[in-house]
């Protein structure tokens, strides 16, 4: 079996179209399509379903990439470790939910003390496939509906609510929960705009934004203006509250934390990149 037709099959994969993985690769159209069909006979197996929108793996793809995927990781692994007994190098790929802008200060620690190792992140709302889409490691908030992955919890995360002190200068500040609905918000949306129930303590309610985003620069934006009472996450406020720049409002209410895991994959032996990154994590937040 080829190697570089296995390595050209996850690339296909992982960018879902041939057109997608040659842009990627550097490698045309037509020889990709070329190893592939090769790859196909020398397996006896069809792998991918083609179509004008793009490739969608088989039954017998989907496990033969999962397969591929673990040895060629290992490979890269051996790779590596005869290159440098002494550093860490390769690359790792991530996946973070929305509205976690102070995880970049952690990745910038983490490569200035793994400066061989490249980072790709994928950022956003959308639930990643470990498998399809090549994460190395994922962070994931809320609880954990699936069995495939090994979880690392790494702590918790909880909604504040918080004004700048001109804001409070000039229209006061909630004693309770029910007074907030009372103030000017701005808060977390999802990407059609609904917004969930809140709950502060006992007291439940859905707030009326001035202003709704799913991006937290643009809620701190708004508050740190002293345009309303905004609502973020304690990590995400962190810096600002030390600095003076935002206060925290009903700080005697708290609202309910959301575990906060880092997962791979459970069918393979993390690399040492992995072990590496998720040691890093846990090391960091504990500061």
């Known amino acids: 079996m080829d190697y570089n037709a296995t390595k050209l099959f996850t690339s296909i994969v992982q960018a879902g179209s041939l057109s997608a993985a040659s842009e990627k690769t550097g490698v045309p159209i037509s020889t990709l ?3 592939m069909n090769e790859l196909e006979r020398d397996l006896a ?27 060629i ?7 590596s470790a005869v290159q440098s007994e002494h550093k860490l190098q390769g690359k790792l790929r991530l996946s973070l939910p929305p509205a976690f802008d102070w995880w970049w200060d952690l990745l910038i620690d983490f490569q200035r003390q793994y400066p061989d190792i490249q980072l790709f992140c994928h950022a956003g709302e959308r639930v990643v ?3 399809e889409d090549g994460i190395g490691v994922a962070l994931r908030l809320g609880e954990l509906h699936t069995d495939d992955v090994i979880a690392k919890p790494i702590g918790e995360v909880r909604r504040i609510w918080a004004a700048s002190p001109e804001f ?24 059609d705009g609904s917004r969930n129930t809140r709950q502060i303590g006992a ?8 202003f709704a985003s799913n991006d937290s620069r643009a809620l701190l934006h708004y508050a740190l203006a002293g345009m309303a009472i905004g609502e973020f996450s304690d990590l995400a406020a962190r810096p600002y509250l030390a600095s003076g720049e935002l206060v925290q409002v009903l700080p005697d209410y708290p609202e309910p934390g959301y575990p906060l895991h880092l997962i791979y994959a ?4 993390p690399s040492a990149i992995v072990r590496a990154y998720v040691e890093f994590c846990v090391g960091w937040l504990r500061q």
């Open 33 to 35: 399509s070329r190893k």
């Open 45 to 71: 197996v069809q792998l991918l379903e083609r179509s004008k929108l793009g490739v969608k793996l088989t039954a017998k793809g989907q496990e033969f990439f999962k397969q591929v995927q673990v040895g």
């Open 73 to 79: 990781e290992l490979l890269q692994q051996a790779q």
């Open 129 to 131: 496939d470990l498998f």
């Open 168 to 191: 409070i200068t000039q229209h006061g500040t909630p004693k309770t929960p029910a007074d907030l609905p009372r103030f000017a918000l701005v808060g977390w949306a999802n990407t």
């Open 203 to 210: 007291y439940k309610f859905k707030p009326e934004f001035l």
């Open 266 to 269: 459970a069918h393979r032996q």
